[in-house]
């Protein structure tokens, strides 16, 4: 942009500098022609005075010689000119600067001819004799006949050129000054033109580094002014364009951020382009490792760079289950999709991970549920039809033995009651049928109340039961479903507890050391923790574990004479977990059990 200013400035001022030029050549040119043509008037004139004030001689030229010669130095002094007198036929009669017998015939000098033709003749030569520009004025004595004598002034044009050249000089200068104006000028013009284009060129090249904020700053009306006016435009539809696009890309960032799927994109020439948060977590690669990278870099996972090479092969939708042990073990359902552009060309291929561990073992987990109710069930029905033939193949005609059978007839059918009412419950809690019924719950009375309850099974089994609980305590919870927990583990603790033995009840706030204190002074608690303790058989550490699984039993024998179902912890676990609490078991075989519920005082 800036060589275009030189240019322009350059142009504008040889074209000034040509003008001014020409200006000063004709200026000087004309001002020599009018200064000869005044001195050339002001001669003739002279001429004329001479020849009015002098006696022409005529006669023998070398007697005239003397006088014309006298005449001509006398006027010289006067005139201050080069005086000749010319005879019609050349001679020369006599000059004020040379003797006019050494001087040769003049009749072929230009301005003699041209005076014998036109009466006055005039030029201007370098003088032989006196070495220098002279200009020669010749005018006829008698102007009516041609061949008349001749006389002539001539005048030094020293003293003419002397001021040609001042005027020159003066010229010169002027010119020179003019012509650093012009330049100055020129200049300004220029960078008034060119300023606004260096103006754009800057915004257009910082839109070009994606600097779309960039603006031109419009100040004038003409193209210019419109050039920047079609610059910013395209620049607000590049912004709002560009907008759209990182708004689309960042929606598209984010869906793919937070899909419950991995998605990894692969190029047709293997190289990976996109991972997202899942493929991250489920490949276990940080995607700012692996994008960019050969998807055969991905060594851990062999099975899975098999599978992704069979589908650039193959490019067509592969599908497999396969178990990954690489970051952790996981049953992933793989799925390749090959990606064509326009239905044609081959962009790559899509790969979508599926964790379905949690589905398979969840499937599985179901169809051992299926299984172990079936079995459940079947034990008690085996055993009700098993009586009942005995009964009918005639044993039913001895008393005594019917009334055995018939009753235990009627304690299995009663289990098998209480197994498909616990089998109800649990596909209730677990399906979450029941919304919980939130209401705050007071515990002292709550716990006596529950304590009655069971007081005539624990008077059976000669147990003492014993509660502590901490006066204005308060737990939002459903009342019925919390009941429901705290019989279970008191019927556990009871039914696995040797006679004589105890149960007891202990709640209490967790204290939290940055509690704050409320308007009476007591703490601020978030949650509360019941304890039920037995003196019972304890659990080996072994099964601790597995205690809160469905149909999971210690001893079998002793859980199924004590009437359980397997389900009770269970449900218990479910409860507690529906409150947002949770139960733990420490227990010691032969000292005795204790179950802990924590659950938070607000839901
Ligand atoms: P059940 O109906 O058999 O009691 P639960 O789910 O209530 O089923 O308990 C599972 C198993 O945990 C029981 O079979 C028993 O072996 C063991 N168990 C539960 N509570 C106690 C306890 N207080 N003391 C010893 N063992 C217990």
Redesign the pocket.
């Known amino acids: 942009m800036n060589s275009f200013r030189v240019r322009l400035t350059l142009i504008m001022i040889t074209m000034i500098g040509l003008a001014v030029l020409a200006a000063g050549l004709f200026m000087g040119k004309t001002y020599r022609d009018n200064h000869l043509e005044a001195l050339q008037d002001n001669m003739v004139r002279e001429m004329r005075i001479i020849l009015d004030h002098m006696e022409w001689k005529q006669g023998d030229p070398s007697e005239l010689f003397g006088y014309y010669t006298q005449q001509a130095q006398q006027l010289k002094e006067i005139t201050d000119t080069r005086i000749t007198f010319i005879r019609g036929d050349g001679t020369v009669l006599g000059d004020s600067d040379h003797a006019p017998g050494t001087m040769d015939n003049h009749s072929t000098r230009e301005e003699v001819m041209q005076a014998k033709k036109e009466g006055i003749g005039q030029t201007t030569r370098y003088s032989d004799t006196l070495k220098e520009n002279l200009l020669y004025v010749a005018m006829l004595v008698d102007p009516k006949n041609p061949n008349s004598d001749i006389i002539r002034l001539a005048l030094s044009l020293e003293k003419v050129d002397e001021s040609v050249q001042r005027i020159w000089m003066t010229l010169i200068i002027g010119l020179l000054i003019l012509f650093i104006l012009a330049a100055i000028i020129s200049y300004r013009v220029a960078r008034g033109l060119t300023r606004p284009l260096e103006q754009i060129t800057r915004v257009s090249k910082r839109i070009k580094n994606l600097d779309y904020k960039a603006r031109v700053v419009v100040k004038r009306n003409d193209e210019i002014g419109e050039l920047g006016m079609a610059i910013n435009a395209m620049a607000d539809s590049l912004q709002v364009q560009m907008t759209r696009i990182h708004q689309n890309e960042s929606q598209l960032a984010s869906v793919l951020d937070n899909m419950i799927n991995g998605v990894v994109m692969i190029d047709a020439n293997g190289t990976i382009v996109l991972f997202n948060r899942m493929a991250e977590e489920i490949l276990g690669f940080p995607a700012r490792e692996i994008i960019g990278q050969h998807y055969a870099s991905a060594k851990q996972q062999y099975e899975l760079t098999q599978f992704i090479q069979e589908a650039l092969e193959l490019r067509e939708h592969l599908r497999d289950e396969v178990t990954f042990y690489f970051p952790t073990e996981r049953l992933l359902d793989l799925n390749l999709v090959p990606i064509f552009e326009n239905d044609e060309e081959f962009e790559g291929v899509l790969l979508v991970l599926q964790d379905v561990t949690a589905i398979r073992r969840l499937e599985r987990m179901r169809s051992e549920f299926v299984a172990n109710v079936s079995h459940e069930l079947k034990t008690p029905v085996t055993a009700v039809k098993g009586f009942a033939e005995t009964l009918l193949g005639g044993a039913v005609d001895d008393s005594e033995t019917a009334r055995s059978f018939l009753q235990i007839i009627y304690d299995e059918s009663d289990r098998l009651n209480r197994l498909i009412g616990d089998i109800l419950e649990l596909s209730k809690i677990e399906s979450r049928r029941v919304p919980l019924l939130y209401s705050p719950v007071e515990l002292s009375s709550f716990v006596n109340k529950t304590m009655e309850l069971m007081s005539a099974e624990a008077v059976r089994k000669q147990i003492r039961v014993t509660a502590k609980v901490e006066q204005g305590l308060y737990v939002e919870a459903d009342e019925d479903r919390l009941r429901q927990i705290v019989m ?1 583990l008191l019927a ?2 009871i ?2 507890t040797a006679e004589g033995g105890c149960v007891s009840i202990v709640v209490e706030p967790v204290h939290d050391p940055n509690a704050t204190l409320d308007e009476f002074g007591q703490e601020n608690y978030e949650h509360i923790r019941i304890h039920i303790s ?1 003196t ?4 080996p550490k072994k099964d601790l574990p597995r ?1 809160f699984e469905r149909f ?4 079998k024998a002793r ?1 199924r004479s004590s009437g ?7 449900i218990v676990k479910h409860l507690v977990e529906l409150h947002k609490g949770t139960i733990t078991v420490e227990s010691k075989v032969g000292s005795g ?1 204790t179950f802990t519920i924590e659950l938070p005082v607000i839901q």
């Open positions: 279970n556990n603790g039914a696995y037995d019972g058989m304890g659990i205690i999971y039993r210690v001893d859980s359980g179902t397997g389900l009770g912890l269970s059990s």
